[in-house]
Every structure is written in C-alpha cells, then in structure tokens.
C-alpha cells in the first residue's frame, strides 16, 4: 500500500529518510507547492494531494504543517489510515504565540522577508544541534519565497481541524518546543524527542508506525 508523505513546513522528503516502514508499504512524497496568491489553506492542500492515486486504498502522513495539511486532505479523500508526526489536531493544541498570528493586520503589514528570517531562526527550537544540520535545514528553507512563509503562518493561525473517523497515529516528541507536548492530546510520546523526532529518534517513531500499520 502507498503512503503519501507530507514534510514539515519548506522542508522536503529528506526528512523521512531514516523512517522504516513496514513490509508492504511504499513511501512516496508529496511536495511543497507555491501558494497562489488568494489560495487558502483547504484549496492549498487538496493541490498538493492531486498526484494520490484514489483507485486503490492508501495512507497518508504529514509532519509538523505536512500533517495540518493531511487532515485537510484525509477529510476530502478519505485514506485508510492517517499518521501525524510533530504536529497538531486543532487550534487547542497550538501555543498562544501560534494563535496571535492569526491577526489579518499583522500577515498584511510585516514584511513578508521578515516570516522568513523568523522560520529561518527557528532551527534551534526544531531541536537542531549539529551546524552541518543547521546548514542543511536551511538550505531546504531557502527554496521557497518569503511570501510563502507570511502565507503559511498565517493559514495555520486560522486553520479549523476537520473531524476524521478514520484510524489515526499521533506520534509528538516530550521535548517538542514548536508544539509543546503539554497542549497535545490522545498521541503517543517519543521521549526527549524534539520537533524533528523523525530524524534524531527514528527508531522509536518507526516502531510505532509499524506497530500501527500492521494493526
């Protein structure tokens, strides 16, 4: 069976290079695309998922914004199964900083290279500790345009969480410090896994995502 995967915010499949995935399950990436100007979120996410192939029953991951846009797109096409790595399920789960973004003034009049330098800054708080990972990180950021990241801040700010009933995997590191594992709920925890858990431990979140495929 495929699974599409989403990664995080201007971040590409590299990041779910040292995944295993189970006997009978393929992998397969779906990009991050420039947003149109007036696209929002839910018409975003559908675009993103035209290359699933809907005649045969699959399954869909996203990490950290990969997996916002997974709910998005499981509640429209309806996989099997849906995985959410480093991410949340609704607006309640998101920290307070998170939720002020969602003011129109602030995404109309900062500049859009400033969302950018901020989500640049960001490496540290993803759990990032090596400079050649900082390096790399970056390098995968800086291929989206600043406008995209003003546009992504803004769409996950005012995002509603549709309501899924299919089988559901939420994996979230303790020391996640984009999405504080306080505010998480109904997930199962990789401890002292930071924001990018998928590449520091991912032995532990393999073993849940196969214990979970294969149930």
Known sequence: ?????????GADFSLYENIIWPDGFE?????????SKKENLEEYALRVAEPINLSQPFVLCGISMGGICAQII?????????????TVKGKHEMPWPMRWFSGKLLSRYVPARVFRWMAFMSTPI?????????????????????????W????????????????????????????????????????????????????EVSSFIKEFLGS
């Not at 992998?27 to 947003?35: F, K, N, T």
């Not at 401890?191 to 520091?200: F, I």
């Open 74 to 86: 499981a509640a429209q096409l309806k996989p099997a199964k849906l995985i959410l790595l480093s």
């Open 1 to 9: 069976m495929k699974v599409y995967c989403i990664s995080g915010m």
């Open 126 to 150: 993803l759990g990032l500790k090596m400079s050649d990972d900082h390096r790399a990180f970056r390098k995968m950021m800086a291929q989206l345009s600043p406008e995209y990241y003003r």
């Open 152 to 203: 992504a801040l803004y769409q996950i700010a005012n995002w509603q969480a549709p309501k899924n009933v299919m089988p559901i995997l939420h994996v979230h590191g303790s020391s996640d410090q984009v999405f504080p594992a306080y505010f998480i709920k109904n997930a199962v925890s990789v401890a002292g896994g930071s924001h990018l858990m998928v590449q520091q431990k991912p032995a």
């Open 27 to 35: 992998p397969i990436a779906l990009p991050w695309l420039e947003p």
